[in-house]
């Protein structure tokens, strides 16, 4: 005699993803009901948007549930569950503005054009900070794809080395790598575009610096 089934409620991740393979959508339920606290979070901090954190969140697992038989178990369900939904977070975010035209924060523009020391920025940078920024955009726009992809990430989206890791699939120490090289690299460009000095005082803008 066959012992009876196991209440959803207290199966384990793996057992609830076999079940719901073969169909049981109480299984899937199980799944959902764990795991969508978890997954809001991420997606509300991310977006920064209760709505948009909602759907990017059902779309996750209406993608986990599709494919169910592509999952391998090689990381656990809510791993899997964590890119999917990341992964919809920042298409959403990449989907809502220009990659030629990102409205840059004025302290990040300071920051990505300064030398490795943001803090020793110099005061006629005030002067121009639009000029900056527009100055700023179009070196950005002239990186090779992986490192533009892998600065926005960091500076617009402000996500963490490790986020940052997930979302593109590398190791951590080459995003590190790659945002090393992109930033002297915006920096080389700004200061042939005459948007910065190369001096020990950090970025100034020329404009600033003939008022001065």
């Known amino acids: 005699m066959r012992s009876p089934a196991r209440p959803v ?5 793996a057992d ?5 393979r073969e169909g049981d ?5 199980t799944l959902v009901d764990r795991y969508q606290g978890r997954a809001y979070r991420l997606a509300a901090r991310l977006l920064g948007d209760a709505e948009q954190a909602r759907d990017a969140v059902q779309e996750g697992f209406l993608k986990a549930y599709g494919s169910l038989d592509r999952f391998e178990g090689r990381s656990g369900f809510y791993t899997w569950l964590y890119r999917l ?18 409205v840059w924060d004025d302290d990040v ?7 490795e020391d943001p803090r020793g920025a110099g005061a ?3 002067a121009s900070r639009g000029e900056l920024r527009e100055a700023l955009a179009l070196a950005i726009d002239q990186l090779p794809e992986d490192a533009k992809r892998t600065l926005l990430l960091r500076e617009v989206d402000g996500l963490s080395y490790a986020e940052i890791a997930l979302a593109l699939r590398i190791p951590k120490g080459t995003v590190m790598s790659r945002l090393h090289h992109a930033r002297r690299r915006v920096r080389e460009l700004l200061i042939q575009a005459g948007a910065v000095e190369s001096d020990s005082d950090g ?9 001065a």
């Open 9 to 13: 409620l207290d199966l384990t991740d």
């Open 16 to 20: 609830a993803v076999a079940r719901a």
């Open 25 to 29: 959508h109480e299984a899937f339920r």
């Open 85 to 102: 939904v990341f992964n919809l977070c920042i298409d959403m975010k990449r989907r809502d503005r220009s990659s030629r035209h990102v």
């Open 109 to 115: 523009a300071q920051e990505v054009a300064s030398s």
């Open 124 to 126: 006629g940078a005030e």
């Open 203 to 211: 970025p100034r803008s020329s404009r600033g610096r003939g008022a």
